[in-house]
């Protein structure tokens, strides 16, 4: 089982970029998914989160600017990244709870993606 992020990037003040990070495996279900980010020399925070049944919460600094969206079927969580400011600036995580089959048992994981770096230049 493993999450895998992709779409980051360089992107002018005011651009727009979107995340995507995919859950594959042997999953059973995929429970909460989330969007985290970590600044240089900054501790890593909750940018947004998605429930499996769509409940969303967002930080404060990306709320009107950013959207988080879900495919369940695929197992898939997005952020849109729009009106993207220098301070946005960061290495962006994906997270979710996934339950998932190993040999005779179920296993409850909290996985991270790989990280997917996203610049903003003034």
């Known amino acids: 089982v493993q999450l895998q992020a992709s779409g980051g990037g360089l992107v002018q003040a005011g651009g727009s970029l979107r995340l995507s990070c995919a859950a594959s495996?042997?999953?059973?279900?995929?429970?909460?998914m989330a969007w985290y980010r970590q600044a240089q020399g900054k501790e890593r925070e909750l940018v947004a989160r998605?429930?499996?049944?769509?409940?969303?919460n967002y930080a404060d600094s990306v709320k009107d600017r950013f959207i988080i969206s879900r495919d369940n079927a695929k197992n898939t969580v997005y952020l849109q990244m729009n009106s993207l400011k220098p301070e946005d600036t960061a290495v962006y995580y994906c997270?979710?709870?996934?339950?998932?089959?190993?040999?005779?048992?179920?296993?409850?994981?909290?996985?991270w993606g790989q990280g997917t770096q996203v610049t903003v230049s003034s």
């Open positions: 997270n979710a709870d996934i339950l998932y089959r190993e040999y005779d048992s179920v296993v409850a994981w909290k996985a």
């Open positions: 998605i429930t499996s049944g769509g409940g969303i």
């Open positions: 495996g042997s999953i059973l279900r995929v429970d909460d």
